[in-house]
C-alpha cells in the first residue's frame, strides 16, 4: 500500500509560516513593539506616562507629533518586562475619507484581506483588523479604523492601533500572580471519631 510523504506539505508549511512571520508588522510610526520605551526619549513623552486605570500591569506614555501623525500614544509593561513596548495607537493628521480609503487599499495590498471588519452598521466607526504572529508565535493585530463622532482614546479620525497580545498578557498574568489574594487557611480539623456519620 502506497503512501504520499508528509515533508513536502510539512515544509510547504513552515515557508508558509516563516513568509507569515516576514509580513507581521512590528514597527509604526518609527516605533517598534518589545523595545523598551527608554530608547524613544526624544519621541516619547516619558515624564508623562500614566497607570491605565482598569489595567495597572500597563502604563500609557503620549507619542510626539511628527509629519504624519497628530498624535498617539504607547502601552508599556509594568511587571514582567518593564519599560517594554506592548501596544502602539496613532492618529493620523489627515482626517479625510478619501485618505482612509487610500491607506486601506495599501494596507489590504501589502497584508491580505483583514480577519474582521472593525466598525458599526450606521457607518460612524470603520476599519479593519489584520492578525498575525510575531516570530515568537505570540499574536499581533494590527488595526485601522476612522470615527465620525469622537474616539474615546484619541478623537475623531483615522486612527491605526498595532498590539503585541502576547507582551500585554504576559504583563497581566505577571502582575496577578503577584497581588494574587493569600490564600484562606482551612479551618483546623476537629480530633476525635464521629463513626462517619456526621457532617463536615
Sequence with gaps: MSFVRPWPLIVLLLLAATSAHAQAPSTLAGITLGDAASQYKGRLGLSQARTVGDAPWLRRIPVRADAHFDKGY????????????????????????DFFRKISGEM????????EYKGEIDGRLMGNKWGFSDPWLRPVSLILQRAEGEDPEIGRGNTVKLTNWGLL????????????????????????SDNGYLPR
Design 74 to 97: 504607547v502601552l508599556v509593561g509594568t511587571c514582567a518586562a518593564p519599560g517594554r513596548i506592548a501596544r502602539i495607537k496613532m492618529r493620523y493628521r489627515d482626517e479625510s475619507l
Design 108 to 115: 489590504l495590498s501589502r497584508y491580505g484581506d483583514p480577519t
Design 169 to 192: 498578557e504576559a504583563e497581566r498574568a505577571c502582575w496577578q500572580e503577584r497581588h494574587a489574594p493569600a490564600a484562606s487557611k482551612k479551618p483546623a480539623a476537629r480530633s476525635g
